[in-house]
């Protein structure tokens, strides 16, 4: 009961933390307003939230010294992919801080960068904080007030993660790991209607049609070839004969 818990709350940090990336990436673009910023601010605090929970949990289970050898090496493992969301989750707040600095939106001083996203962000949040339709009530002056707060937040996140190896010392590199590398990219199931998902697998195009469109390369670059070779022929007898 207690790994699949650990498994339950650890898939969800995971969800959120990847819809947190997901918006960072529109910061700075013709995409970011002030929704954007309050968005990035709920998902983030949502993150963290998950963040001490799964930290709490997993802490009290590896600190218990009667549980057996295989769960033990299962909670230790999710440990390693604890962890790694943690940190993948402080590089993009820190991310976000540089960019936020750089592209005020009470004060604008450069143009946002033109980068082919476009649309609202609202669908993603709104998984994230596993809700149907996102709330804005921040002030229009949260890119700047939110930043300081971030400043904070990053160097908590620091914090607990400099505890967390204190009183957890597992080894990344003992670990082993449950499938190969990269077996995620080709599985085809999918990842459930969880409402914090923001992951679609999609399918791989049909071999046929690969195929066909070489093929089709090939006989084009042909004609193109024969086209060349019988210009150069008559440019020839046109010189000789001249």
């Given at each position: 009961?207690?790994k699949?818990?650990?498994?339950?709350?650890?898939?969800?940090?995971?969800?959120?933390?990847?819809?947190?990336?997901?918006?960072?990436?529109a910061?700075?673009?013709?995409?970011?307003?002030?929704?954007?910023?309050?968005?990035?601010?709920?998902?983030?605090?949502?993150?963290?939230?998950?963040?001490v929970?799964?930290?709490?949990?997993?802490?009290?289970?590896?600190?218990?010294?009667?549980?057996?050898?295989?769960?033990?090496?299962?909670?230790?493992?999710?440990?390693?992919?604890?962890?790694?969301?943690?940190?993948?989750?402080?590089?993009?707040?820190k991310?976000?801080?540089?960019?936020?600095?750089?592209?005020?939106?009470?004060?604008?001083?450069?143009?946002?960068?033109?980068?082919?996203?476009?649309g609202?962000?609202?669908?993603?949040a709104?998984?994230?904080?596993?809700?149907?339709?996102?709330?804005?009530?921040a002030d229009?002056?949260i890119?700047?007030v939110?930043?300081?707060?971030?400043?904070?937040?990053i160097?908590?996140?620091?914090?607990?993660?400099?505890?967390?190896?204190?009183?957890?010392?597992?080894?990344?590199?003992?670990v082993?790991?449950?499938?190969?590398?990269?077996?995620?990219?080709?599985?085809?199931?999918s990842?459930?209607?969880?409402?914090?998902?923001?992951?679609?697998?999609?399918?791989?195009?049909?071999?046929?049609?690969?195929?066909?469109?070489?093929?089709?390369?090939?006989?084009?670059?042909?004609?193109?070839?024969?086209?060349?070779?019988?210009?150069?022929?008559?440019?020839?007898?046109?010189?000789?004969?001249?």
């Open positions: 009961m207690g699949d818990e650990c498994k339950t709350m650890l898939d969800a940090l995971n969800k959120v933390t990847a819809c947190y990336r997901h918006l960072v990436i910061l700075g673009s013709t995409s970011d307003s002030q929704n954007l910023r309050e968005e990035l601010k709920k998902t983030r605090n949502k993150a963290q939230e998950l963040a929970a799964n930290r709490t949990k997993l802490t009290a289970l590896l600190k218990d010294k009667n549980i057996s050898k295989d769960d033990r090496a299962e909670y230790e493992r999710l440990w390693v992919l604890f962890t790694s969301s943690v940190e993948l989750l402080e590089v993009d707040m991310r976000s801080l540089e960019i936020g600095q750089d592209f005020p939106l009470k004060v604008p001083t450069r143009h946002l960068i033109q980068t082919g996203m476009t609202s962000t609202t669908t993603v709104a998984r994230a904080m596993s809700v149907q339709n996102m709330k804005y009530e229009a002056n890119d700047t939110d930043l300081k707060e971030l400043e904070t937040e160097a908590q996140v620091d914090q607990m993660m400099e505890e967390m190896e204190m009183k957890v010392q597992v080894a990344p590199w003992a082993e790991a449950k499938q190969e590398a990269g077996a995620e990219l080709k599985s085809t199931v990842v459930g209607n969880s409402s914090v998902g923001v992951i679609s697998i999609c399918e791989e195009e049909p071999k046929e049609t690969v195929e066909g469109e070489t093929g089709l390369m090939k006989v084009f670059a042909g004609i193109i070839f024969t086209g060349v070779l019988l210009i150069a022929g008559i440019l020839g007898y046109l010189v000789v004969n001249l």
